[in-house]
Structure formats: C-alpha cells, structure tokens
C-alpha cells in the first residue's frame, strides 16, 4: 500500500508560480512512474506531466509544456511540479499519481496504481 500526499497548492496571481510537492509512503520498493494530473469540476482528470523513476524521462501535456517542471528525488520518493507564467486556465485540483506496475504508457489514469488526495491551485486574472 502507497500513500501519497500533496502540498505547494495555492491562489496566485496570473504570471506568478507555484511549486507542488507529492511525498510517496509505505510500500514504495517499486516506483515506474509517478505524474501530475489535474480535474476541474465536470470534466475528466487530464495529464499534466510524468516523470520516469529510474531514468528521469519527462512527458508533458500540450498546454504546460515549457512552463512546467516536473522532477524527482528518489532519495526522498518524492515528486515535483514546478508551475511558472501560471494561466487562469491553469485552475484545477492538481492530483499525484504513481505507477508500480508498467503499462507502456504514463499519460493516462488507468496507467497509475495509486492517487493523492488532491490539492487546489487557483489563478486569478
């Protein structure tokens, strides 16, 4: 069992930054992959970015790509989502995600075995 925990969510301003953390507990012998995703009400969750554990491979989604980093700190099993130029678009409960079984792919929900409880990022115009 997998616990993961986010933190850094917040009200900013448009063009301002946000850093998010997601902390992984427990069972975490075996990492492939962890990623962000984000949901705002009504709409399906979607890919944000992803990051491969042994390798550090990183994958972005269209809209955050050259705005957003995402990395690692496998000492730590803990991931990150650096948000800069923050969008009001960008608005969302922003959810960590982590696989330990690998599916060949990292930017869908089903590809991930265990979900943080979500943390809320706002940006204001």
């Known amino acids: 069992q997998v616990q993961l925990v986010e933190s850094g969510g917040g009200l900013v301003q448009a063009g301002e930054s946000l850093r998010l953390s997601c902390a992984a507990s427990?069972?975490?012998?075996?990492?492939?992959?962890m990623a962000w995703f984000r949901q705002t009400p009504g709409n399906e969750r979607e890919f944000v970015a992803a990051?491969?554990?042994?390798?550090?491979?990183?994958y972005y989604s269209d809209p955050v790509e050259g705005r957003f980093t995402i990395s690692r700190d496998i000492a730590k099993d803990t991931m990150y989502l650096q948000m800069d130029n923050l969008r009001p678009s960008d608005t969302a409960v922003y959810y960590c995600a982590l696989a330990q079984t690998w599916k060949g792919v990292v930017t869908r929900p089903v590809d991930f075995d265990s979900w943080g409880q979500g943390t809320q990022v706002t940006v204001s115009s």
């Open positions: 990051v491969r554990w042994n390798n550090e491979l990183t």
């Open positions: 427990g069972s975490t012998l075996i990492i492939y992959a």
